[in-house]
């Protein structure tokens, strides 16, 4: 067979930037290399596993579904072979010279934000085959591609901006890299170090890892074992290794069940909601195993959408072998599937909440917002769900919560619905006018501190057959309590109404005298149904049609209240004043209510009133 001669390529400008980081880098932990590449070569083992079941023309088809790793004191190199898949002349030159891998493109995004050349990043992405740079002089890539009728070829570089392809005969199937080392980093031709290194990250490979002939992982797949022999710390090196994470989980659940699938589930809660600091929104990536075969790393209907921050495994003997991305036909399958996972995993936070409060709790104040969009979109587990909501109430210390399960068992006898008030923090509700009403009559206010949470709240409707209702809705009737002395009589509260409404004209709907108000003079409520002022500054912030038309409120008074007795007085004795004091007083409610849009016109006039003081 004639060989052509080698062709040189030039590496793409964002992997000739990749490389210089790497190469350059002081980064310390240089070890991770080992991981990666390994990584890689299971990932090309599953590859094969999968195309085996499809394909029936598979090159040098005896090779064992292994890796193996030697080690050369002497030559200082370190060679990593696996009998995967492997890669087509045109795949070499496509996968090892452009940047086709996220992480890769993430750490350079990163490092771009960042500004400064924060080495530190190479461990939190993975920068993927090219790590192999940070301690070699030079890699060879010698491989051969599962497609019977490709010939083989060897990838070469030193990294520095550019590397050859040429044909390569007599190749095993699979991949076959041979770094060079640097000088300074001998060690990774020691076999002690990379026993070392492949014990610490690679445990977990399912398939067998030799080291210089002998084998060294033992090729468990975790969630098949039983829980009882596994030790935490297993857990935890699994969940970094399969979900590529760097965190410990903050909660876990392995369990297996017969009915109505047979499945074994490993599933992970992370340490920190990332979606939170304002990262790219999450993607399913619970992956699917039948027998410890992958089906699919990250499967879209294996779980709710609300669950997409979980990590981990779930491995059901039930599936077809076959199944896969684009065959995944068998819906009612997934469904079943998905269904008896979900549900395990609701009771088991169920159980948690109960048996752990606390855990629970610090759970929920990183990731309850996922169960507030499921409460509020997944009809399916609407119930369970709202029962895992925790919120504070004016019955909680600061900081403290309650569920609405709690809230239920705590109503009094006449109290039909639960209330509930939305507010940027606790402080704005407490000194705001709208609790006091409830407070003096007992009733405990749950209280909501997240944009979502209004659309939350009217999406879940009721719970336990309660409605859910805005204490700061026009609606809200509230029972008699005695009158205190000393108010308005109701022919004067009349009177003033009255002035009011005129002397306010358009900007209220209506004025009446307030059951709720106790020691504040006013409050606002929104008269318009349709449109809470949440919804209403979310709509302007989008700038929605039907944001712009003034604000309709029904201004409440207390005819209890010191100011509306003077107003009462003034309001014949001096009118011009008491006009300013009248619209000074509903400014003064549409700021509670949230509702002020343009305070300008309201500095002008507190002015006129203090040149009277
Ligand atoms: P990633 O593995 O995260 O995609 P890498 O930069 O490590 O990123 O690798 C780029 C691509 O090269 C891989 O997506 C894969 O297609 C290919 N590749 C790397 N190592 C191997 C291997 N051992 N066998 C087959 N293909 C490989």
Same mark, same amino acid.
């Given at each position: ?7 040189? *390529? ?53 090779? @064992? ?29 496509? /996968? ?5 891998? +996220? ?71 699979? &991949? ?35 080291? /210089? ?14 829980? /009882? ?13 399969? +979900? ?10 392995? *369990? ?15 340490? !920190?909601?990332?979606?939170? *600091? ?11 195993? &039948? ?144 609790? @006091?009403?409830?407070?003096?009559? /007992? ?36 029972? !008699? ?48 149904? *349709? ?65 002020? @849009? ?13 040149? +009277?003081?």
């Amino acid at each position: 067979m004639s060989t052509p001669a080698p062709q040189k *390529f030039e590496f793409q400008a964002e992997i000739k930037q990749l490389l210089d980081i790497v190469i350059h880098s002081l980064y310390t932990e240089k070890e991770i290399f080992v991981r990666e590449l390994v990584s890689n070569a299971s990932d090309a083992l599953e590859k094969l596993r999968h195309t085996q079941i499809t394909e029936k023309d598979i090159f040098d088809d005896k090779a @064992e579904l292994a890796i193996n790793v030697t080690t050369d004191d002497k030559a200082k190199t370190l060679t990593i072979e696996d009998f995967g898949i492997g890669m087509t002349r045109a795949e070499l030159v496509e /996968n090892l010279g452009t940047i086709a891998h +996220s992480g890769s493109k993430q750490f350079l995004k990163a490092l771009g934000e960042g500004g400064a050349k924060n080495t530190n990043l190479i461990g939190q992405f993975g920068v993927g085959f090219y790590s192999a740079f940070m301690v070699a002089k030079s890699v060879k890539v010698y491989s051969h591609s599962w497609r019977a009728g490709e010939a083989g070829h060897v990838w070469s570089s030193d990294g520095s901006g550019s590397y050859e392809v040429e044909a390569a005969d007599d190749l095993h199937r699979g &991949c076959k890299i041979v770094i060079e080392l640097k000088d300074d980093c001998g060690d990774y031709a020691q076999e002690w170090k990379i026993k070392e290194i492949l014990e610490r990250y690679s445990a977990f490979v399912s398939f067998p890892i030799n080291l /210089n002939g002998k084998r060294i992982n033992t090729i468990q797949a975790l969630w098949l074992r039983s829980k /009882n022999e596994i030790k935490d710390e297993e857990y935890t090196e699994f969940y970094k290794f399969q +979900s590529h994470a760097h965190d410990e989980p903050r909660l876990r659940l392995h *369990f297996s069940a017969d009915a109505p699938l047979a499945i074994n589930a490993l599933l992970f809660v992370p340490k !920190d909601n990332s979606e939170k *600091f304002g990262m790219s929104r999450l993607e399913a990536s619970v992956s699917l195993y &039948c027998r410890k075969v992958l089906i699919d790393a990250k499967p879209k209907d294996i779980l709710p959408e609300w669950l997409r921050f979980m990590k981990g495994v779930i491995d059901s003997e039930d599936l077809p072998l076959n199944i896969s991305r684009e065959t995944m036909q068998d819906r009612s399958l997934i469904e079943k599937l998905n269904k008896v996972v979900t549900k395990r995993f609701l009771k088991f936070l169920a159980d948690e909440a109960e048996a752990r409060p606390d855990t629970y709790n610090e759970f929920y104040a990183e990731f309850g917002i996922f169960l507030k969009e499921g409460a509020a979109m997944d009809y399916t587990h609407k119930e369970q769900l709202t029962k895992l909501l925790r919120f504070e109430s004016s019955l909680t210390d600061k900081g403290k919560t309650t569920s609405l399960t709690d809230y239920v068992g705590r109503m009094g006898a006449d109290q039909k619905e639960i209330y509930y008030l939305v507010g940027p923090n606790r402080a704005a509700l407490e000194s705001g006018p709208y609790l @006091e009403g409830f407070k003096a009559r /007992n009733l405990e206010v749950i209280f909501c501190y997240e944009a979502v949470d209004e659309y939350v709240m009217s999406s879940v409707r009721e719970f336990e057959g309660k409605k859910l209702t805005a204490a700061d809705h026009a609606d809200v009737k509230l029972s !008699d309590i005695p009158k205190p002395e000393g108010a308005l009589s109701e022919d004067d509260t009349k009177k003033l109404t009255t002035w009011l409404k005129e002397t306010l004209g358009a900007r209220v709907e209506e004025v009446k005298a307030s059951d709720r108000l106790v020691d504040s003079p006013a409050l606002a409520v929104n008269a318009d149904k *349709f449109m809470s002022p949440q919804m209403r500054r979310m709509m302007k912030a989008m700038k929605k049609d039907g944001a712009d038309e003034p604000v309709k409120v029904t201004l409440e008074i207390n005819p209890r209240s010191v100011v509306m007795k003077r107003l009462f007085e003034t309001h014949t004795t001096a009118p011009e004043k008491a006009k300013l004091v009248a619209e000074q007083i509903l400014d003064n409610s549409l700021i509670s209510a949230g509702l002020l @849009e343009d305070a300008t016109p309201m500095v002008a006039r507190l002015y006129k009133l203090l040149e +009277s003081v």
